[in-house]
């Protein structure tokens, strides 16, 4: 979110002269555009993490780890493929459900 393309892309805002100290601070995403592409991987996370027990019931673990990680990568491509803010988010809350599926099934432990 601070890349100036990036800014650019989702704001519409032309590229601000560097000279121009005004218009390099009003060369932002809006902090309600940014709290939106932040919290809503977590919201898909929730989700996913919710739905993935009763999915490892009637799948198995090991299909429903896989699944997670198809769904992630769906969600990265519809990212990476975005220019406008509702493609991100709808690619971000699908990246969510696959990091929930992948978080809640997979038994990591640390030592």
């Known amino acids: 979110m601070g890349m100036p393309y990036f800014k650019h892309l989702y704001t519409g805002l ?9 218009a390099v601070d009003a060369f932002v995403l809006p902090s309600s555009q940014q709290s939106l592409l932040t919290s809503i991987l977590s919201c898909g996370t929730f989700f996913g993490a919710i739905i993935a027990g009763d999915l490892a019931d009637h799948i198995g673990r090991r ?6 990680c198809l769904v992630f990568s769906v ?3 519809l ?16 990246a969510g459900f696959g990091v929930g599926f992948i978080s809640a099934i997979s038994e990591l432990s640390f030592s």
């Open 63 to 68: 299909w429903t780890i896989i699944s997670g």
């Open 75 to 77: 969600g990265c491509v």
């Open 14 to 22: 032309p590229y601000p002269d560097p000279n121009d100290k005004a």
């Open 79 to 94: 990212q990476t493929a975005s220019t406008g803010l509702a493609l991100m988010v709808v690619g971000r809350l699908i």
